[in-house]
């Protein structure tokens, strides 16, 4: 069984897909799958340190068009070129001509299509560029999603979402996976000395795209209180700016530590060095990095739009609707505890985590692909 991965971007600034995508298709090998990825290359400059590591077959187009929708003339003949008998084709992004290429090419092979909606449906992401999206949805996308042989969401409240518009077609829910075991011993000492990193010190730590709905505001305005209350305490916001507005609205405050992209050693060391994780945001399809910091034993706090209920089953940290003061008090609450009941939630979400290993999801995602076969 060959899977044909389709995805926009490989570059680790588009975040999730760009990620989770090559993971995903690194596990399908290893349980007797053959997978490539297919991805448009916008600029030289792309940096996928996912990929480079792993013995995947990748495959990058040129843009040759618009980089807004992500259109390249010669996706359609590298997909074509990787079908055989026993093919299904992948698609990991909508709204972008790979996610059009890949139907297309599916309708006139007659392959199975497999479209993975990853939060773009949400009423909150449909109403950002509202206009844009009504008319591609008139044009194609819907067209898209109801033709897939399977619509693929990571949460349940993505299935929901979805009918809310009319797409009712037959979905698969498998959750992202995540990176559990084999850590690497040593610390990147660049990015250490970056953030003056003193092990008497204990840090917060922040990882997604630096935009309005992720919430690093609420992160800042608790810790702009919080900080005289704690004097051992400070921060290191991890991500690419990708709201140059946004990121100049955030104030500037001593103990704040702005990082920008990290590669896997760097992010794999602020994770090591982290007490705390916090993500604020308004919505998540699956929350990676929430996965991510529960892997390395460290309590987290977000919110109850991303679909993480089970930190409060498992005593792991904090599910707050989101509100400045739920945050301020759960960051609160979580700094006066001991080190000791700190390790204990760490070692709660530790434990929850290995629900999601990517070993797991690739033989669900397997099943799935076989039963439409």
Same mark, same amino acid.
């Given at each position: 069984?060959? @899977?044909?991965?389709?995805?926009?971007?490989? =570059?680790?600034?588009?975040?999730?897909?760009?990620?989770?995508?090559?993971?995903?298709?690194? /596990?399908? +090998?290893?349980?007797?799958?053959?997978?490539?990825?297919?991805?448009?290359?916008?600029?030289?400059?792309?940096?996928?340190?996912?990929?480079? %590591? =792993?013995?995947?077959?990748?495959?990058?187009?040129?843009?040759?068009?618009?980089?807004?929708?992500?259109?390249?003339?010669?996706?359609?003949?590298?997909?074509?070129?990787?079908?055989?008998? =026993?093919?299904?084709?992948?698609? /990991?992004?909508?709204?972008? !001509?790979?996610?059009?290429?890949?139907? *297309?090419?599916?309708?006139?092979?007659?392959?199975? #299509?497999?479209?993975?909606?990853?939060?773009?449906?949400?009423?909150?992401?449909?109403? %950002?560029?509202?206009? $844009?999206?009504?008319?591609?949805?008139? #044009? !194609?996308?819907?067209?898209?999603? &109801?033709?897939?042989?399977?619509?693929?969401?990571?949460?349940?409240?993505?299935?929901?979402?979805?009918?809310? @518009?009319?797409?009712? &077609?037959? %979905?698969?829910?498998?959750?992202?996976?995540?990176?559990?075991?084999? *850590?690497?011993?040593?610390?990147?000492?660049?990015?250490? *000395?970056?953030?003056?990193?003193?092990? +008497? %010190?204990?840090?917060?730590?922040?990882?997604?795209?630096?935009?309005?709905?992720?919430?690093?505001?609420?992160?800042?305005?608790?810790?702009?209180?919080?900080? /005289?209350?704690?004097?051992?305490?400070?921060?290191?916001?991890?991500?690419?700016?990708?709201?140059?507005?946004?990121?100049?609205?955030?104030?500037?405050?001593?103990?704040?530590?702005? $990082?920008?992209?990290?590669?896997?050693?760097? *992010?794999?060391?602020?994770?090591?060095?982290?007490? #705390?994780?916090?993500?604020?945001?308004?919505?998540?399809?699956?929350?990676?990095?929430?996965?991510?910091?529960?892997?390395?034993?460290?309590? $987290? @706090?977000?919110?109850?739009?991303?679909?993480?209920?089970? @930190?409060?089953?498992?005593?792991?940290?904090?599910?707050?609707? #989101?509100?400045?003061? &739920?945050?301020?008090?759960?960051? =609160?609450?979580?700094?006066?505890?001991?080190?000791?009941?700190?390790?204990?939630?760490?070692?709660?979400? !530790?434990?929850?985590?290995?629900?999601?290993?990517?070993?797991?999801?690739?033989?669900?995602?397997?099943? /799935? !692909?076989?039963?439409?076969?």
């Amino acid at each position: 069984m060959k @899977i044909i991965h389709i995805v926009e971007s490989l =570059d680790v600034s588009h975040g999730g897909p760009a990620i989770c995508v090559p993971l995903l298709a690194k /596990h399908l +090998n290893s349980i007797g799958c053959s997978s490539v990825v297919l991805s448009v290359q916008a600029t030289k400059e792309e940096s996928d340190s996912i990929v480079s %590591k =792993d013995e995947l077959k990748i495959v990058k187009v040129p843009l040759t068009g618009f980089k807004k929708i992500k259109y390249s003339s010669k996706l359609k003949s590298e997909i074509i070129n990787e079908i055989t008998k =026993d093919t299904i084709i992948h698609v /990991h992004s909508i709204w972008t !001509y790979p996610s059009y290429a890949g139907y *297309k090419i599916s309708k006139d092979f007659g392959v199975p #299509l497999v479209v993975s909606v990853r939060g773009t449906m949400y009423k909150w992401a449909m109403n %950002k560029s509202k206009y $844009v999206k009504l008319v591609a949805m008139w #044009l !194609y996308q819907r067209r898209i999603l &109801n033709y897939a042989n399977k619509i693929h969401i990571t949460e349940i409240g993505e299935k929901e979402a979805m009918e809310n @518009i009319g797409i009712f &077609n037959d %979905k698969m829910l498998v959750p992202d996976g995540v990176s559990i075991g084999n *850590k690497p011993d040593d610390l990147n000492k660049k990015i250490l *000395k970056s953030v003056e990193f003193n092990k +008497n %010190k204990r840090y917060i730590f922040f990882l997604g795209r630096i935009v309005p709905n992720k919430g690093v505001h609420f992160l800042l305005n608790s810790f702009k209180i919080l900080k /005289h209350k704690y004097k051992d305490v400070e921060v290191i916001i991890g991500g690419s700016f990708n709201d140059s507005s946004y990121c100049s609205s955030l104030e500037k405050i001593d103990g704040v530590h702005f $990082v920008g992209m990290l590669n896997e050693f760097e *992010k794999h060391t602020m994770f090591s060095i982290s007490t #705390l994780f916090v993500l604020p945001t308004v919505s998540e399809n699956f929350g990676l990095v929430v996965a991510e910091a529960m892997s390395y034993k460290i309590p $987290v @706090i977000t919110t109850t739009g991303a679909p993480w209920a089970d @930190i409060l089953k498992f005593e792991a940290g904090w599910w707050v609707d #989101l509100t400045e003061f &739920n945050i301020f008090n759960a960051i =609160d609450e979580a700094l006066s505890l001991n080190s000791e009941e700190l390790a204990r939630k760490g070692k709660n979400g !530790y434990a929850l985590v290995q629900n999601f290993s990517w070993d797991k999801q690739a033989l669900e995602m397997k099943k /799935h !692909y076989e039963s439409i076969l």
